[in-house]
């Protein structure tokens, strides 16, 4: 198929009258400031979704993680606290209460954890929860075992198994769980940035596509304009001058005659 060469659409265009060339050229004009006009909001939604979408991620996932995992955390150095009091105190009655603390904080740390893990989770916080369920069965076998030796008697063996066995493996618990922490931060961080950068892009994208829309609009309606004006000398010289001969009619003279007349 044969590509028309831009003189030969020079000369049909030509050919066509003035009328339907200039209804052509506005309609193009109009078809293009609405394409770009409807480019423009599909763009716009389009960046506004992306950043709305990482704003939910932050509010919605990842501060609500990190703040479980806060939690998860503060039980975890509180049940270590209650461990060491557990340990000291003499009076059974304290000891009872503090060991009710003790069971208190654990359900406090599993409930966050059952939460967190209820939660969609990416590849990296699936093997960062597998790792902290094996610990935390693991651990919680030794913790136990120290709990029953501190009520069970009061001696520096106990406080030896403590500081030996029982705290150091809640420590190991604590490294993962602090992992996971850094993880949400870096996550989070992440989330925000692309919101910044997915308004940025949209923000510039935008602004270009309204200059332009501006733009193809100013020069729409410079053409129109320069059309309406020519036209409007022309029915103005029609109007005043003979079609035939050029020269001015009759209107044209009472024309000049009213004003002449107004003069003296």
Not at 193 to 216: F, H, K, P, Q, T
Request: proline share 2%; with cysteine.
């Amino acid at each position: 198929m044969k590509i028309p060469s831009l003189a030969s659409l020079r000369l049909k265009a030509d050919a066509l009258s003035e009328p339907l060339r200039i209804a052509i050229g506005l309609g193009a004009g109009f078809t293009v400031t609405i394409a770009l006009v409807v480019l423009v909001m599909i763009v716009g939604f389009g960046y506004l979704s992306k950043t709305q979408a990482d704003l939910e991620q932050i509010t919605q996932i990842n501060n609500v993680k990190t703040e479980l995992v806060h939690t998860m955390k503060f039980a975890q150095r509180d049940r270590a606290t209650s461990l060491y009091s557990l340990a000291v105190l003499t009076d059974e009655f304290e000891k009872d209460e503090e060991l009710q603390r003790f069971h208190s904080k654990g359900g406090t740390w599993w409930q966050a954890w059952v939460q967190f893990q209820a939660m969609e989770m990416n590849a990296e916080e699936k093997g960062l929860a597998k790792r902290i369920n094996s610990l935390a069965e693991e651990r919680n076998i030794f913790l136990l075992e120290a709990v029953d030796l501190v009520m069970s008697r009061h001696s520096q063996a106990v406080s030896d198994h403590i500081n030996r066995v029982a705290i150091p493996g809640q420590q190991i618990l604590t490294d993962e769980i602090d992992k996971l922490l850094k993880l949400q931060q870096k996550q989070t961080q992440k989330a925000v940035e692309g919101a910044a950068e997915a308004y940025a892009r949209a923000r510039n994208l935008l602004l270009w596509l309204c200059g332009l829309v501006l733009l193809i609009s100013i020069m729409v309606g410079g053409v129109v304009l320069r059309r309406v004006m020519k036209q409007s000398r022309e029915l103005e010289h029609k109007a005043l001058f003979d079609d035939l001969t050029g020269l001015p009619n009759r209107a044209l003279f009472f024309d000049r005659f009213r004003q002449a007349a107004l003069t003296y």
